[in-house]
């Protein structure tokens, strides 16, 4: 899935919305706002959970698994990983009839913070593969992570995101389906970080110790 808004517009009349929030549960909370000209929304999401800041690697990582973390995800697979800061991955999305499951190409880059917290910029790269016949790829995808180490083992995790699916898709369905899948694959990821059964990559230095 995925989004971040870069470009802070100057002047009253072209300020970027505030947030709303939409929902807070579990210690996941959830805002959205919108992102014209188009009608869908951007959203963030914010939790603090009982883990390292790598461990949110390790699951971001873990492509075998991605059905735990990304719901409506048909196959996840990394197509480069040019070095230990940077990664191009496929992704293939679940999409209901009679719309076209949507693939998304995207790279992330890696930067490192104080106590090993990080913040990861993930983008889409449409045009890194040829399109599938039958697939409708997303050419339109800018996400933040950031990861802060806190206190006593603990992070907080936070995520602002924006995708644009394509096609003719009403913004009410998207933003209703995108908002709850937002919200579950943070809280996913909250239990698998805390659970610690991924593993933590390797090549990212002191931090992977």
Same mark, same amino acid.
């Given at each position: $899935? ?63 698994? =991605? ?74 995808? =800018? ?20 995708? =644009? ?27 698998? $970080? ?16």
């Amino acid at each position: $899935m995925g989004a971040l808004l870069l470009l802070l517009l100057s002047g009253a009349a072209c300020a970027e919305p505030d947030w709303a929030l939409q929902r807070e549960q579990g210690g996941v909370t959830l805002w959205s706002r919108p992102n014209p000209p188009g009608p869908f929304l951007a959203f963030k999401l914010d939790m603090q959970v009982q883990a390292r800041p790598v461990a949110l690697l390790a699951v971001l990582r873990d492509t075998a698994r =991605h059905t735990l973390w990304l719901p409506g995800s048909r196959e996840v697979r990394l197509l480069a990983h040019p070095s230990p800061d940077e990664d191009l991955v496929y992704t293939r999305l679940a999409a209901p009839w009679p719309a076209e499951d949507r693939e998304l190409i995207t790279r992330s880059r890696l930067s490192w913070l104080s106590g090993c917290g990080f913040t990861l910029r993930v983008w889409a790269e449409p045009d890194a593969l040829p399109p599938n016949k039958g697939l409708m790829r997303i050419r339109a995808s =800018h996400g933040v992570w950031r990861a802060e180490s806190l206190k006593q083992g603990e992070s907080r995790i936070s995520l602002e995101t924006y995708t =644009h699916p394509g096609g003719n898709l009403p913004g009410w369905v998207v933003n209703r389906v995108a908002a709850q899948a937002a919200f579950d694959s943070f809280t996913a990821i909250k239990g698998l $970080m805390e659970a610690g059964r991924s593993p933590v990559p390797t090549d990212i230095g002191p931090c992977s110790n």
